[in-house]
């Protein structure tokens, strides 16, 4: 049987045209975030932000006096490279278990600030107001959890590769929950302040962050 010249071209349109939409319905779908054993990050789970480089690079996130002293407590990372830091949650604006690349997400210490010798507030990671003596924007705690908006939007964070090594991520600070809303785009990278090495934000021509993911739960395995 003869196939015509035109069926055969209707065949390869129907077929290029499947194939395209077929690519784009992947890559509209963030790949979802690894952590140094090479599973994907759970929303359920808990993590270590930890330097991606070893030795002089440090160690992990933890909390620190504010620059005021005491409250707010902000976001440090630790000098050594033995210390994992403080473990945290990250969660998604859209409440998915699997957390991927490039998606807002709330990250949360999980830690109680509360009581006569803390700071009553949140262990949730925001941006502070602008530091006008230091010229700079720190990362503090005392976010909000959730409600992804205008009202929130310096709560929100996400993770982007960065350099050639699966699982090597960089902090970043471009919410994308108020698409209409101004609003700061920076990576997160480190400052020196009062010998502490504090997270703020920093311009492109300064250094990220380089961090991987320490799963700090154990995996519930079937039996």
């Known amino acids: 049987m003869k196939i015509s010249l035109a069926t055969t071209l209707s065949f390869l ?10 690519v784009l319905g992947t890559s509209s779908v963030p790949e ?37 002293g005491y409250c707010p407590l902000d976001v440090i ?13 990250l969660s998604p604006y859209n409440n998915s278990t699997i957390v991927r690349e490039s998606t807002d997400l709330n990250l949360r210490f999980s830690v ?25 924007w720190f990362i503090t705690t005392g976010g909000l959890d959730g409600h992804p908006g205008a009202e929130t939007l310096l709560n929100w964070f996400k993770l982007e590769k960065i350099g050639n090594f699966p699982g090597t991520y960089k902090i970043v600070h471009c919410p994308s929950v108020c698409e209409s809303c ?30 991987v993911l320490i799963p700090a739960t154990e995996r519930s395995t079937s039996v």
């Not at 349109?13 to 077929?22: C, E």
């Not at 990372?77 to 949650?89: A, E, H, V, W, Y």
């Not at 109680?112 to 700079?136: I, M």
């Not at 990278?189 to 380089?210: N, Y």
């Open 77 to 89: 990372q630790l000098p050594s490279d033995m210390q994992n830091g403080i473990k945290l949650t």
């Open 13 to 22: 349109i129907l077929a290029l045209g499947s194939n395209s939409l077929l």
């Open 112 to 136: 109680l600030l509360s009581g006569r010798d803390c700071c009553n507030e949140q262990p949730l990671w925001k941006v502070d107001n602008y530091d006008a003596a230091s010229g700079k």
């Open 32 to 68: 979802p975030l690894l952590d140094v054993n090479g599973n994907k990050v759970e929303s359920t789970l808990q993590y270590y932000i930890v330097s991606a480089i070893w030795g002089a690079g440090g160690g992990g996130v933890s909390l620190h006096g504010g620059r005021n």
């Open 182 to 211: 101004v609003k700061l785009c920076n990576n997160v990278g480190r400052s020196f302040e009062d010998g502490v090495r504090r997270l703020v934000l920093v311009r492109d021509d300064e250094p990220a962050f380089p961090v």
